[in-house]
């Protein structure tokens, strides 16, 4: 805008210079005119001859009232182009105001349809009950519906790639375990999409930690009494949510620091190997807890141990798997939130704020409690900075275990 205006500022200076230079050429060539009518009128021998022994005269200098001509005329050239200055000046201050008003107005109006929440994983597991939870809450909140879709596979690249290609206006969002969304990053050797820069961060509403789940039949009740079998018979199955998923990376971690053969088994979301382990398909399952927790409380699985740092204060009696094998074999199930880049700031501060009040509702605490998952209500820029670290930690991961995708 600001160029638009100075174009049309130049040409109009030009033509006051160029005006008031003929103005003041005229009034010096009508001086001289009148003088010499009066030398002629007057008639004067005496004063011819006394001019011809003088000799020519200097250069006249400019007299008072051309100097003044063109002081005028310069002043006037000075004032117009300050007007102009300040007209651009103007147009820059108004194009700002008008980009800031856009940005609050688009966090007002929004959302203007129903908003799509893609879930990486199919129904029964932890993301997607975390995400119907959220979903019906922001449904009230903003009263437009938000739809949860599930597009399941591929370690959860599926539903990112869709995302990624969606347009930035916030009606399209990926809801995702970013532990998973992070380890894709070292897995793939070729992603349609970038884990971090084809994203804006908006939320990570909770953490809830693996739990390694065995079949009953197995006759192991402890995490020490399961790596003595798997010593003894190299090779026990071991299920998982999707191959790259952090299940699955998280089992490798337990097999790594264990020093056990473990034979693993991918399967798609976090229900279905719990089916499988259930139907004594396979020997155990690094499961989520949402997936596994009901059949435990019903004996019908035996819970191992928690891959976290600490006991759950919602699961005070499971012991994690830290406290039998040394170093870091924790996971985590991080439900978390990705907009497309590019969508608007003001659009990803207020799902922010209204993802983080979702999880302050009573429902919430509730679905949070029986699923063992500590509320996080991160900012987008906390978000940004848990992804960046992770896209690190877990390809350390990748590496020592040597997992390849499919």
Known sequence: MAAALQSGVEPRLQRDRQYGEARLRARRAGAARRASHESERRGDPARSR???RAGPRPARHAQPHEAQVAGGVEARVIQRRRRAMKRIGGGIAVAFAAAFFCAGAAGQSYPTKPVRLIVSFPPG???DTFSRTAAAELTKVFGQQ???ENRPGAGTTIAA????KSPPDGHTLLFTDLSTHTITSSLYAKLAYHPLRDFAAVAAVNASPLLLVAHPSVNVRTTRELIALAKKHPGITCGNSGVGTVTHMTAEKFRLRAGIEVTAVNYKGGATPVIALLGGEIAMVMATIPASIQHVRKGRLVALGLAAEKRSPFLPDIPTLGETVKGDVSGAVISGVLAPAGTPRAVIDRLNAEFNRASDTA???EVYAENAAETLKWS??????AMERDVKAWADVVK?????AN
């Open 50 to 52: 006394r001019r011809e």
């Open 125 to 127: 597991g932890a993301t």
């Open 146 to 148: 938000f739809v949860v």
């Open 161 to 164: 790639e869709y995302v990624a």
């Open 363 to 365: 429902r919430a605490k």
């Open 380 to 385: 987008p820029a906390e978000v940004q900075q």
């Open 400 to 404: 020592a275990t040597g997992v390849k």
